[in-house]
């Protein structure tokens, strides 16, 4: 179905273009009732371009602006803006199509774009701990709001299984491994052998000899390093795929950093090859090529002394390669593989000088490429302290912990609420409502500010949290389990009398208008706080209108308005991965 932001962008550029051809139409909805449901601001932007009065050519446009079945007629405002308040009754007819529409209000995209997102991308032998939550659940629920929206989505986990580290587990491996151990908790004790043997290495010349060996040994193909390195990836990939199977997210491919090898040499030959690479002390890089301002230049940086160079090294002085060349052949190979139209990778912050050098070696060394590379980074998550989250004795939290503490704290809190449930149905609602807690806590900030991790406020049942918004879905479910009789709606019975009423139907057909716009800056936090507005919104309804106590016509909408926000709230909270329970 079209939303009443498309249809009436559509009549608005009908007024505007024959005045003004080359306009560019402006149109948002808006917080404030009293200025109308959408106001533009097209008139003002052209008047100022044309040096003339905005309320005049506010007024020209309202003059050619066809408001027949759609809008009341347009009222300027300020100094030039344009106001529109929807019909009444245009709201009755898109919500009977939105209640009848298996997408909720969100339209087709005009062309499916194929998207290739790199998220989660955990190092080999250190365990998930709780800042690779945010790269997971921000990529997982981007990857479903994209497929949602029509789009096409690779998702791939761009494993840390390659690099200088394997000398050292190597070392650790062949020397200090406590078998037993590994076969209890494998990446706990892996770490445990590299944290030792990184250790050592610090101050101990026979330990960097014996690591530098083992390196050397792996990089040209020894049998039994090989074997040892495929088994600390086995090890590992089994302990991501029992957090993946709790968070339920899935991958379509898992190309670790390792898989790019073969091509790493080539990548540097064609570097240099087309002048964007050169040696420099033995090594290649990549300089400035002075096109940029210098402050946006990341192969410069600023020292007391001015600007230096900076440049991005792709190729080490021993002819190995690394981070950079890695991510130019993964680029490389997902243009060839895919034909993205964008690929987004998601780190957190302390990466984006990384990516910034990245986009711009792309963008030289391929300048015909169309896809759209895109790094989408995030802070921190901070203790009470506002130190990065640790546990007491300052060690990093393991996710899996975490995930295990949640679901114990969610059960305590269903038990209380609901005693008389069996044990396994209140595990399973705790399961439920503790990962939602979590992943929605994390969520809800802008992803690029660091948030405060906090048990008390994610797993509160009012305010702007998971269990809130499940809560307000298991309400409106248990409406529907009072009828005596199944309810089917019949789409000739809509009346919106009530402003309550109005109010709900409006924000439920928003839906379709805000989820597309979450791809374009990469915010899935917009979706979160539209959930939280739905949710406070049919509250408020809920208090105005009695549901089961009215009658007829309006006993009809309402029980629509409350079916569709259950299903909105539902597939709302399903993009953001998130599950509901039934009963709470
Ligand atoms: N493994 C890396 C890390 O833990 C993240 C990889 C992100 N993806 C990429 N193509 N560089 O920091």
Not at 222 to 240: A, C, H, V
Not at 463 to 485: C, D
Request: aromatic share 8%.
């Amino acid at each position: 179905m079209v939303t009443l932001h498309a249809l009436l962008a559509e009549r608005l550029e009908l007024a505007v273009r024959p005045l003004f051809p080359e306009a560019k139409i402006q149109l948002s909805g808006t917080a404030d009732a009293r200025f109308g449901d959408y106001q533009s601001n097209v008139a003002m932007t052209l008047a100022k371009a044309a040096r003339r009065n905005p309320r005049e050519v506010a007024a020209e446009i309202i003059g050619r602006f066809d408001s027949s079945g759609l809008t009341l007629p347009p009222e300027i405002a300020g100094a030039g803006f344009i106001n529109f308040r929807i019909l009444p009754e245009r709201f009755e007819t898109q919500l009977t199509s939105l209640a009848g529409d298996a997408r909720l209000g969100v339209p087709v995209p005009p062309r499916p774009l194929q998207y290739v997102i790199d998220f989660s991308s955990p190092n080999v032998a250190k365990p998930m701990h709780v800042g690779h939550i945010r790269s997971t659940i921000l990529g997982d629920a981007l990857a479903r709001i994209a497929e949602f929206l029509g789009h096409n989505v690779v998702r791939d986990n761009h494993i840390g299984d390659w690099g200088t580290q394997f000398g050292m587990l190597l070392v650790g491996w062949k020397t200090r491994m406590d078998r037993a151990a590994l076969e209890r908790d494998p990446l706990a004790e892996m770490e445990r052998i590299y944290k030792e043997v990184s250790a050592a290495y610090q101050t101990d010349p026979a330990t960097q000899e014996a690591v530098r060996g083992e390196l050397l040994k792996l990089q040209s193909g020894d049998e039994e390093n090989l074997g040892l390195w495929r088994e600390m990836i086995r090890l590992s990939q089994g302990q991501f795929d029992a957090i993946y199977g709790r968070l339920e997210v899935r991958f379509d491919v898992t190309l670790g950093e390792s898989f790019y090898n073969p091509w790493l040499r080539d990548i540097v030959a064609d570097l240099k090859e087309k002048g964007v690479a050169r040696e420099s002390e033995g090594a290649v890089c990549v300089f400035s090529d002075h096109t940029l301002p210098e402050k946006e230049d990341p192969f410069l940086i600023r020292d007391e002394n001015g600007w230096r160079d900076n440049p991005a090294l792709v190729q080490k002085s021993d002819g190995t390669a690394n981070y950079t060349t890695t991510d130019l052949a993964t680029l490389q190979y997902r243009l060839k593989t895919w034909s993205p139209d964008e690929i987004i990778i998601i780190t957190d912050g302390r990466q984006q000088q990384h990516f910034r050098q990245l986009s711009a070696i792309y963008q030289r060394w391929q300048p015909e490429a169309p896809a759209k590379l895109s790094h989408v980074w995030f802070g921190s998550i901070l203790g009470d302290d506002g130190k990065p989250f640790k546990t007491r004795s300052g060690e990093t939290i393991r996710l899996s912990g975490l995930l295990d503490e949640a679901e114990e704290r969610a059960l305590v809190q269903v038990t209380e609420k609901n005693p008389g449930l069996p044990e396994a149905e209140r595990r399973e609602i705790a399961r439920i409502v503790g990962l939602g807690a979590v992943k929605y806590a994390d969520l809800l900030p802008n992803r690029q500010s660091d948030y405060v991790f906090s048990w008390d406020k994610m797993l509160s049942f009012q305010g702007n949290t998971a269990p809130y918004l499940q809560y307000s879905y298991v309400r409106i479910r248990s409406i529907f389990r009072k009828l005596e009789m199944a309810w089917t709606f019949s789409a000739a019975e809509v009346s919106l009398a009530e402003p309550a009423e109005t109010a709900l139907a409006k924000k439920l057909l928003q839906f379709g208008e805000i989820l597309p716009t979450i791809l374009d800056d990469h915010r899935p936090n917009l979706l979160a706080n539209y959930l939280h507005e739905l949710a406070s919104t049919f509250h408020s309804f809920f208090e105005a209108c009695p549901v089961l106590k009215s009658e007829g016509t309006t006993r009809e909408t309402r029980l629509l308005l409350c079916d569709v926000t259950a299903r909105v709230l539902e597939k709302g909270l399903f993009l953001l991965g998130i599950a509901v329970p039934e009963k709470m």
